[in-house]
């Protein structure tokens, strides 16, 4: 089974300021998933990627394959991106996802 | 309307009861998961399906049924309510290995 690791576990940020979030995670993998999970509960796709670099808005997201790592970057953060980021990969074992324990943000004004 | 719908969205209910969770999805994806979130933990598989008629379980599918009635419709069933079940249920979607949709989530209370 892949093992996931994220950090750090909480983040308290102010307004304005650069975020990153980690993953790793133990065996090779094709592609990996950044979820954000709002405070009412649902979750929304983010990103997928498998090499590189992706961007949207002030999120980027980047994969080191050899390394078995990725990051998720927040730009000028703002108080509205408070959330739960949680990252998933294959290897669940019964061919579904495993996911990471999530990282909880709060972005204060 | 969401891609995904799950109903009901909040259930208290009483152990030994039978309970039913319906997930829908407008996406026409072949692949419907139910995945189980408790405090602290991350997401886990219960059940998954890739197509109709097909069916297999997750990590921790002991005290859950799934039926996969048509390619649109995936339910999640607790023969028999426990406490332990107390969680946050949620149904995905997904288009081969791409990007996955999420329903918002069914919260289920057994007392």
């Known amino acids: 089974k892949n093992e996931v690791e994220q950090s750090p576990q909480n983040l308290t940020a102010q307004e304005g300021e650069f975020i990153t979030i980690n993953c790793s995670y133990s065996?090779?993998?094709?592609?990996l998933h950044w979820l954000q999970q709002h405070p009412g509960g649902g979750i929304v796709s983010l990103f997928m990627?498998?090499?590189g670099k992706k961007k949207h808005g002030r999120l980027i997201a980047t994969i080191n394959i050899q390394e078995k790592h990725s990051s998720l970057h927040i730009t000028a953060s703002h108080p509205r991106d408070s959330a739960v980021y949680i990252c998933?990969?294959?290897?669940?074992?019964?061919?579904?996802?495993?996911f990471g324990k999530g990282t909880h943000l709060i972005i204060q004004p | 309307d969401a891609d995904v719908t799950q109903t009901p969205r909040n259930r208290i209910t009483k152990t030994g009861k039978r309970i039913m969770l319906e997930c829908s999805q407008t996406?026409?994806?072949?692949?419907m998961y139910w995945y189980r979130q408790d405090p602290g933990l991350g997401l886990r598989l219960i059940y998954y399906?890739?197509?109709?008629?097909?069916?297999n379980k997750g990590e921790i599918s002991d005290g859950y049924s799934v039926s996969r009635q048509a390619q649109a419709k995936f339910s999640l069933s607790l023969e028999s309510a426990i406490p332990n079940q107390t969680a946050l249920y949620f149904c995905a979607t997904q288009a081969g290995r791409g990007e996955l949709f999420f329903g918002e989530g069914s919260r289920l209370t057994v007392l």
């Open positions: 996406k026409g994806h072949d692949r």
């Open positions: 990627l498998s090499s």
């Open positions: 998933a990969v294959p290897g669940g074992g019964a061919d579904g996802l495993t």
């Open positions: 065996v090779g993998i094709s592609a």
């Open positions: 399906s890739f197509d109709v008629k097909d069916i």
